[in-house]
C-alpha cells in the first residue's frame, strides 16, 4: 500500500468513529479517577440511556465502602458550572449526602459486594428513572450470560404478567411468582419506574458475568430538570496519593431530546450553517463581480481571497449537513464528513495563508518575501496542518478517551501560535512605512499605507480576541439552550472581518494601498520630453496610481 493510500485508510478508520450521540466507549487498564463521558443538553421529555456493558475492577483489595465506584449525573444552567461547589470537588463526589444547590445530582454508586447499585437523588428532582430493581435475596444470583440491554424488547410468558408490568413500582417477588411455568427466565425481568422526585434513595439489580460487572438504566428529564447535564465515571480510590489501580470498562451511551439526537445548544445550528453559507456566498460573488470590474487592478491575492470565501461557503454547507445527518440518525453519514474535513482543512490554510499574505503586501507592493518571511510561511503552514489533524482527532473520538483533552489543548495552542504568527508581517510592514516615510521623500503616501496597516492590524487582534476569548467567555455564560449564540457570534464576526478586509484592499484606484508613487526621475523626463517638442506625434506610456494600469497620452 503506498503512503497515500495508507494515509487515506487512517483517516476513514478516524472518520468512523465520528462524534455522534450514540456513544460507545471502551477504556483498558484505565487509572484516572474520574472519566468525563459525555456533556449534553436535554430539553423536557429528553432521555438518557447509559449501559455498562463491562466494568472489570481491579484484583487488588479495595474498600469500595469508603472510596465507591460508579457514576455520577448533574446538571448545570451554564456549561462548565457543576452542581457541587469548589469545595465539594476537593472529595469524590461519590461520598456526598447533600449539596448546597438545589441543582439535582445523581449518584449511582457500584456495591460488588450485594451486586446491586444504590442511586442517590439530591437536589431537587424532576427525572424518571427506569431500570432493574433490585431482586429479592433469594432470587439475586449470579449470571452466565450478558445482560439484556435496556433498549432490548422483553417478551412476556402470559398477558398476566403484561398488566403486572404496566402497574408501576410492582414489587420485583410478586411478578415473579405471578410467572407460570418455568420458560420465563430471571435475565428477562422487567424494569421498574421511578420517580425520582418522590423517592431519593433507589437500589437497582447489577449482573456478574465471568468477572465483569454490568447494569443499565434509562432516564427521561422531566420539564423541571431540563438543563445541561455531565455525566462521569469516578474510581474514588485513584484520586488518593500512591498506587493507581487499574480498572476497565465498556459503556454505551444514547441521548436524545424530543427533535432528535442533537443536545440543545446544538439544535439551531444546522439552520444557522446553511444560513451563514448562503451570506458567504453572496459576498463571495459580490466580491468576484468587484474584481471583474476593476479587472485591470486586480493582483493574484484578489482572487485568493476570493477562493476563501467560496471555501468557507462551502465549508459551512458540508457543516450542516453534518449536523442534520447526526440529528436524524444519531451519527454523522462518513462521505458528508469526509467532505466536510477537506473543506475545513482548506479553509483553515486559506486563511491564515492570505492573511499573511496580506500583511507581507505580496503581490499588492512586491512580489518577493524576505527571509523572514517565508519563515513564518513555513511555521504556519506546517502548524495548520497539525491544527487540523488534531480537529479530526477531537471530532473522531469520544470524550471519555484520554487522548480527547491532549488533542484539545494541542489544538488550542497552536491555534493561538498561528494567530501570533500572522501578526508579526503586518507588525514588520508597519516598521518598515515608518523608516520609509522619515527618510524618503514620498512621506505622505507612506503615511496613508502606515494608517491602513495600523487598521488591519487593530482588525486581527480584534477578530482573535473576540473569536479565541470573548466568544467563549459567552458561551460559558450562556444559558445551557442559548449557547449556539457562541457559533453565531463567530460567523458574524467571520464575516464582518472578511468584508472590512475585502474593503480596505479593494482593487481600486483609488485605495491608498495600492498606490505606486511616480519616481520624481521619471516625472522630470517627462516634463522634458513634453517641452522640447522633440518627439511630437510619439506617444508615451504613463503610469497611473495603482501602478498596474497603463494609457497612451499624445504628447502635445
Not at 94 to 99: E, I, M
Request: glycine share 6%; proline share 4%; with cysteine.
Amino acid at each position: 500500500m503506498d503512503p497515500a493510500h495508507r494515509y487515506l485508510y487512517l483517516f476513514l478508520l478516524l472518520l468512523a468513529g465520528c462524534r455522534a450521540r450514540i456513544h460507545k466507549l471502551t477504556l483498558k487498564n484505565e487509572t484516572r479517577f474520574s472519566v468525563d463521558l459525555n456533556t449534553f443538553g436535554f430539553y423536557a421529555n429528553g432521555t438518557l440511556d447509559v449501559n455498562l456493558l463491562s466494568l472489570r475492577l481491579p484484583e487488588q483489595v479495595v474498600d469500595y465502602s469508603l472510596y465507591p465506584v460508579g457514576f455520577t449525573l448533574s446538571r448545570s444552567r451554564v456549561n462548565g458550572v457543576l452542581s457541587y461547589t469548589a469545595e465539594e470537588t476537593e472529595t469524590c463526589p461519590l461520598t456526598l449526602t447533600k449539596v448546597t444547590s438545589n441543582e439535582p445530582l445523581i449518584l449511582f454508586l457500584i456495591d460488588i459486594k450485594t451486586l446491586s447499585v444504590n442511586v442517590r437523588a439530591l437536589g431537587v428532582q424532576d427525572n424518571l428513572l427506569i431500570a432493574k430493581a433490585e431482586a429479592p435475596k433469594g432470587l439475586r444470583k449470579t449470571r452466565d450470560a450478558p445482560a439484556v440491554k435496556p433498549n432490548a424488547p422483553v417478551k412476556p410468558a402470559t398477558t398476566k404478567l403484561d398488566n403486572q408490568l404496566a402497574q408501576k413500582g410492582e414489587d420485583a417477588a410478586a411478578v415473579e411468582q405471578s410467572r407460570t411455568g418455568p420458560m420465563v427466565e430471571a435475565s428477562q425481568a422487567e424494569e421498574n419506574e421511578f420517580q425520582l422526585e418522590k423517592l431519593k434513595d433507589v437500589t437497582l439489580a447489577l449482573d456478574k458475568v465471568n468477572d465483569s460487572y454490568n447494569f443499565s438504566f434509562h432516564m427521561v428529564v422531566g420539564l423541571l430538570a431540563e438543563g445541561l447535564y455531565s455525566l462521569k465515571f469516578h474510581y474514588c480510590q485513584n484520586r488518593m496519593p500512591g498506587i493507581k489501580f487499574p480498572y476497565s470498562f465498556a459503556v454505551e451511551v444514547t441521548e436524545k431530546n424530543p427533535g432528535g439526537y442533537l443536545s440543545a445548544a446544538e439544535i439551531p445550528l444546522s439552520r444557522l450553517y446553511i444560513g451563514m453559507a448562503g451570506v458567504f456566498f453572496t459576498a463571495a460573488m459580490v466580491w468576484v463581480y468587484t474584481l471583474m470590474k476593476h479587472r485591470y487592478s486586480v493582483f493574484k491575492i484578489h482572487w485568493l481571497m476570493a477562493a476563501l470565501a467560496f471555501t468557507k461557503s462551502t465549508s459551512l454547507v458540508f457543516h450542516s449537513i453534518n449536523y442534520h445527518f447526526i440529528n436524524t440518525e444519531g451519527h454523522p453519514i462518513e462521505g458528508w464528513a469526509v467532505m466536510y474535513y477537506i473543506t475545513h482543512l482548506l479553509k483553515g490554510a486559506l486563511l491564515f495563508i492570505t492573511l499573511a499574505l496580506i500583511g507581507t503586501g505580496w503581490a499588492f507592493v512586491k512580489y518577493i518575501l524576505s527571509d523572514k518571511e517565508k519563515k513564518i510561511f513555513m511555521i504556519v503552514i506546517p502548524l495548520q496542518v497539525l491544527a487540523n489533524v488534531a480537529f479530526i482527532i477531537i471530532e473522531s473520538t469520544e470524550e471519555g478517551s484520554s487522548e480527547y483533552y491532549l488533542w484539545k489543548e494541542i489544538l488550542f495552542l497552536v491555534d493561538l501560535i498561528c494567530c501570533g504568527a500572522i501578526l508579526f508581517p503586518v507588525v514588520w510592514s508597519i516598521r518598515h512605512l515608518q523608516e520609509a516615510s522619515s527618510t524618503d521623500g514620498k512621506a505622505a503616501m507612506n503615511l496613508e499605507k502606515l494608517k491602513l496597516f495600523r487598521h488591519y492590524y487593530v482588525m486581527i487582534v480584534c477578530y482573535i480576541y473576540f473569536t479565541r476569548i470573548i466568544a467563549i467567555l459567552l458561551k460559558v455564560t450562556m444559558p445551557f439552550q442559548w449557547q449556539w449564540c457562541y457559533e453565531f457570534l463567530v460567523e458574524v464576526s467571520t464575516l464582518i472581518f472578511f468584508v472590512l478586509t475585502g474593503y480596505k484592499f479593494r482593487p481600486a484606484s483609488n485605495n491608498p494601498y495600492l498606490q505606486l508613487p511616480l519616481d520624481e526621475e521619471d516625472v522630470e523626463m517627462d516634463e522634458v520630453v513634453t517641452e522640447s517638442g522633440a518627439l511630437e506625434g510619439i506617444s508615451k506610456v504613463k503610469k497611473t496610481c495603482n501602478g498596474r494600469d497603463r494609457q497612451k497620452e499624445s504628447t502635445l
